[in-house]
């Protein structure tokens, strides 16, 4: 594979939350091999003259659905697999094209996908999976109106989860998860907007059950994400052993406190919330769903205060479903209107990457790391809606290859 010299631009160090001049990238086989703020010798490398421009690390997005092909996931589990798979390669590129190197899966994608990616058959992020998410009847993951008793889809690749009840099932549903690929273990543990017969408030899954999954999970040594809004039940997750808490939208600063004592992250997802009501009944979410956005909605900026406050480490998450995954990069605005781009820039970056398991390989730059990087037109420290504008992106790389290069040869 090619040898990249990347040269003579600023380079936005994550760690320090810093922009440094004089810094040179080495880039061999496909992974970082040298930083250094002294001249590089690499003569047999390209080099690549970044002048007025910034070089970082590939973003990542620590909560995405790549199989949610429509924003109606009920009609999502009815297609043929087929189609679910070639629709998914095209929102898989999308976000690659977006400068999200890497995406954590939190429901839905499944190991052919990861391979998929892995041979570049399709052109997309790394992807790190759960395998579909466990789900109790009427949470969730569970699409039937109330005048539905037939089974789900659950073998389609379109369907986001699967139902099991009771410790044996939910036992079975982990292990059979992990098996299956799983990286990682999702459960839904409180109402939902996307599922018609839970109002938010509702708590899902028996203590016992929660503790059930999560023994499962660290028995492999990996852990459990949830699906949670209300402070009682991102109380309880974090109470059974959960790690990753996704949304968060409603937590108090009692609960965030406890949440940032256990050494679990948090990962908002508010850029779901501003897709949906911008055009989420237009593209058929159903009347129940529409009603429940604005209970989610109006918590999440406080949410990133209280979690802020309260010491809660905060990944990247986006959680748009069909027609809206092009909103993915509106995280980055909506959570500047109460944090510095400089920590949100953090949360795109190390702090998903360890939700990915993926410390120091991924959402950084430093010699060992996979070469996923991003050549920035633009200071994204002092205005972080240059990640939003898609033509500021000027180069793309992953794993040592350029999927968009418009720098000057
Ligand atoms: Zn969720
Ligand atoms: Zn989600």
Not at 25 to 37: F, T
Not at 246 to 259: M, R, V
Not at 318 to 330: A, T, V
């Amino acid at each position: 594979m090619t040898a990249y010299l990347f040269t003579g631009g600023q380079f936005l160090d994550v760690k320090t939350k810093k922009m440094v001049e004089g810094v040179e990238v080495l880039i061999e086989d496909g992974i970082v091999r040298d930083v250094s703020n002294k001249p590089i010798t690499a003569s047999s490398a390209q080099r690549i003259d970044l002048r007025g421009k910034t070089l970082m690390p590939g973003l990542v997005d620590a909560h995405v659905h790549v199989v949610a092909t429509l924003v109606d996931l009920a009609a999502n589990a009815e297609l043929p697999s087929s189609l679910v798979a070639l629709r998914t390669s095209k929102i898989m590129n999308g976000m690659l094209m977006r400068g999200f190197t890497t995406v954590r899966d939190l429901a839905g994608a499944d190991l052919g996908l990861k391979l998929a990616v892995e041979e570049g058959l399709i052109d997309g992020p790394r992807l790190v999976i759960c395998g579909k998410a466990l789900g109790q009847t009427g949470g969730h993951t569970d699409y039937r109106t109330r005048f539905d008793n037939r089974p789900l889809h659950e073998a389609s690749l379109g369907a986001l989860g699967r139902i099991c009840n009771g410790i044996d099932e939910v036992r079975r549903g982990a292990r059979e998860e992990i098996r299956n690929g799983a990286d990682f273990i999702k459960i839904m543990a409180n109402g939902g907007v996307a599922s018609p017969t839970d109002p938010i408030h509702v708590l899902q899954y028996s203590r016992e059950e929660i503790i059930a999954i999560v023994e499962e999970a660290n028995n492999v040594g990996t852990y459990v994400s949830a699906h949670v809004y209300t402070d009682a039940a991102i109380r309880r997750a974090v109470e059974c052993g959960v790690h990753s808490l996704e949304h968060c939208n409603l937590i108090e600063k009692e609960t965030a406190e406890l949440a940032a004592k256990s050494g679990a992250i948090a990962c908002p997802t508010l850029a779901a919330y501003e897709g949906l009501a911008m055009e989420g009944e237009a593209f058929g979410l159903k009347p129940d769903s529409v009603a429940k956005i604005e209970t989610v909605r109006v918590g999440g900026l406080r949410s990133l205060e209280i979690l802020r406050d309260a010491g809660v480490p905060m990944a990247y998450g986006s959680d748009l479903l069909g027609q809206l995954h092009h909103y993915q990069s509106i995280e980055f605005s909506t959570r500047n209107k109460v944090l510095p781009a400089a920590d949100i820039i953090q949360s795109a970056t190390l702090i998903s990457a360890k939700l990915c398991r993926l410390e120091g390989q991924i959402g950084e730059l430093s010699p060992g790391a996979f070469a996923d990087l991003l050549v920035v037109d633009g200071n994204p420290l002092d205005d972080i809606s240059v990640l939003e504008q898609h033509d500021k992106l000027t180069a793309i790389m992953k794993g040592g290859r350029f999927y968009k290069n418009e720098l000057a040869a």
